[in-house]
C-alpha cells in the first residue's frame, strides 16, 4: 500500500524554467510533509516543508504547495539550475508519533543546460 | 558538527555472514532512526530511538536485525545471517525530539550481499 505516491519517475526542464514536482497521499492522517534532494550514493538532503496548516512555503527559489482536499502537493523550483538534477522524494508523517517518514518513490529531475 | 555520519560507506558480505552498520546522529539530537532503500524506492522505515529506548520497529525488521542505541549517542545495525535480499542502502537520520521537526540524514551504507 503506497501511501505516498510520486507518478513521474523522471522530469527534464530547461536550465531557467521552472520545475514542477508532484506527489499525491492517501492517508489523511499525515500532517507533515517534506521534499527531500538526493544525488547518487548520498544521503537524501532536506530541502523544504509544510505543515498542513499551510497551503504554502518558500524558502528562496523553492516553494512547496499543499492541497489538503486533494491530497496532493506540489515543488515549485524556479529558476532551474545544473546543480538542481537530482531525485526528489516527497515524505509525510503523522502527528503526536515518532514523526516517522513516509517516502514516496521519487522523481528524478534533469535540468538540461 | 558536520551532520549525521555513517560507517562503513560500503560493505560487501558473503551470504550467511554477519555485518553492523554504525551511525553518529548530530549530537544534539536526541530522535535517531534508521531506513532501508532499495533501487528505485524510497526509503523505508526500520526502527526508531528516543534516546536509548527503541520505541518503534518496523515489520520489515525481521528477527535478523537488530539495533542498539546504548547511552543515546551513537546507534549500531546488526544483520545477522545475512542474505541476498538484504542488499540496499541503510541510511540513518536524526532530529529534535518535538512536533514537525525535520529528520537529517547520513550519506548511508551501501551493503552488497554475494
Known amino acids: 500500500d503506497q501511501q505516498v505516491k510520486q507518478n513521474s519517475p523522471s522530469l527534464s526542464v530547461q536550465e531557467g524554467r521552472i520545475s514542477i514536482l508532484n506527489c499525491d497521499y492517501t492517508?489523511?492522517?499525515?500532517?507533515?510533509f517534506l521534499w527531500y534532494k538526493k544525488y547518487p550514493a548520498e544521503g537524501p538532503t532536506f530541502l523544504i516543508s509544510?505543515?498542513?496548516?499551510?497551503d504554502k512555503n518558500e524558502d528562496g527559489r523553492f516553494t512547496v504547495f499543499l492541497n489538503k482536499s486533494a491530497k496532493h502537493l506540489s515543488l515549485h523550483i524556479v529558476p532551474s539550475q545544473p546543480g538542481d538534477s537530482a531525485v526528489y522524494f516527497c515524505?509525510?508523517?503523522?502527528?503526536?508519533?515518532?514523526?516517522?517518514?513516509?517516502f514516496g518513490t521519487g522523481t528524478r529531475l534533469t535540468i538540461i543546460p | 558538527d558536520t551532520g549525521v555520519s555513517q560507517n562503513p560507506r560500503h560493505k560487501i558480505t558473503k551470504r550467511g555472514q554477519n555485518v553492523t552498520f554504525r551511525c553518529d546522529p548530530i549530537?544534539?539530537?536526541?530522535?535517531l532512526y534508521w531506513y532501508r532503500q532499495t533501487l528505485g524506492q524510497g526509503p523505508e522505515f526500520l526502527t526508531y530511538?528516543?534516546?536509548?529506548?527503541?520505541?518503534?520497529k518496523s515489520r520489515l525488521l525481521s528477527d535478523r536485525f537488530s539495533a542498539e542505541r546504548p547511552k543515546g549517542s551513537f546507534s549500531t545495525l546488526e544483520i545477522q545471517r545475512t542474505e541476498q535480499g538484504d542488499s540496499a542502502m541503510y541510511l540513518c537520520?536524526?532530529?529534535?525530539?518535538?512536533?514537525?521537526?525535520?529528520?537529517?540524514f547520513g550519506q548511508g551504507t551501501r551493503l552488497t550481499v554475494v
Open positions: 537520520a536524526s532530529s529534535f525530539r518535538g512536533y514537525n521537526t525535520e529528520a537529517f
Open positions: 492517508n489523511s492522517m499525515f500532517d507533515y
Open positions: 509544510i505543515s498542513s496548516i499551510k
Open positions: 515524505a509525510a508523517s503523522e502527528p503526536f508519533g515518532n514523526e516517522k517518514l513516509t
Open positions: 549530537s544534539e539530537h536526541n530522535r
Open positions: 530511538f528516543q534516546n536509548e529506548a527503541q520505541l518503534e
